[in-house]
């Protein structure tokens, strides 16, 4: 297989993690080790696209807690997702 670029652990970049207590976090660096007892005890699962315009549409904010990166930075919605009901 080929190695990825630059996110750890083979994540992309744009991807955003979040965690069954709602802590939010960024793939590229503010991740915790998948696999590992924080990883599998708070419960982290990717925040899809799906999710996240989920979100966006009802108010809601994402970021990472590390970075504050925004979805729209690290995950780029399609601007008629957003807008779509
Ligand atoms: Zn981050």
């Not at 207590?21 to 007892?37: E, F, K, L, R």
């Not at 799906?50 to 970075?67: K, S, T």
Request: hydrophobic content about 30%; aromatic content about 8%.
């Amino acid at each position: 297989m080929a190695t990825n670029a630059t996110p750890r652990f083979g994540l992309k970049a744009h991807q955003v993690f979040w965690s069954e207590q709602g802590s939010i976090v960024c793939a590229s660096s503010h991740i915790p080790y998948p696999g590992s007892d924080t990883w599998i005890w708070e419960r982290w699962e990717e925040i899809t696209p799906a999710d996240m315009v989920e979100i966006d549409r009802q108010g809601g904010r994402v970021a990472c807690e590390g970075c504050g990166k925004e979805p729209s930075r690290i995950a780029r919605l399609n601007p008629s997702e957003r807008t779509k009901r």
